[in-house]
């Protein structure tokens, strides 16, 4: 059974920091590429940032290079979004995506 969960949202003021985790199972995590996606209240869903399966290819919007960092474990079958020098437009449901599975996202709300 392949799931994927995402964790550690939360409300956060602007210039403060959140760790996202994604935890992955039911399919090759280590060779699989793993992606963060984001929707803001009435936009579309957008791609934040994805990182290979060896962590050699990784990739960010403009909107995020330089605050967000992804990561991986893959003997934990874990990737993480740290997430740094946050603004009010960072705010929205943040999915976790491997493969076609998605992650039931995760409330990230930036305010003061």
């Known amino acids: 059974q392949v799931r994927v969960v995402d964790s550690g949202g939360g409300l956060v003021q602007p210039g403060g920091s959140l760790n996202l985790s994604c935890t992955c199972s039911?399919?090759?995590?280590?060779?699989?590429?793993i992606s963060w996606y984001r929707q803001a209240p009435g936009k579309e869903r957008e791609w934040v940032a994805e990182?290979?399966?060896?962590?050699?290819?990784?990739n960010y919007a403009d909107a995020v290079k330089g605050r967000f960092t992804i990561s991986r474990d893959n003997g934990k079958n874990i990737a993480t979004l740290q997430m740094n020098d946050l603004k009010p437009e960072d705010t929205g449901v943040y999915y976790c995506?491997?493969?076609?599975?998605w992650g039931q996202g995760t409330q990230v709300t930036v305010s003061a």
């Open positions: 995506r491997g493969q076609n599975y």
């Open positions: 039911g399919f090759p995590f280590s060779l699989s590429y």
């Open positions: 990182i290979s399966g060896t962590s050699v290819l990784i």
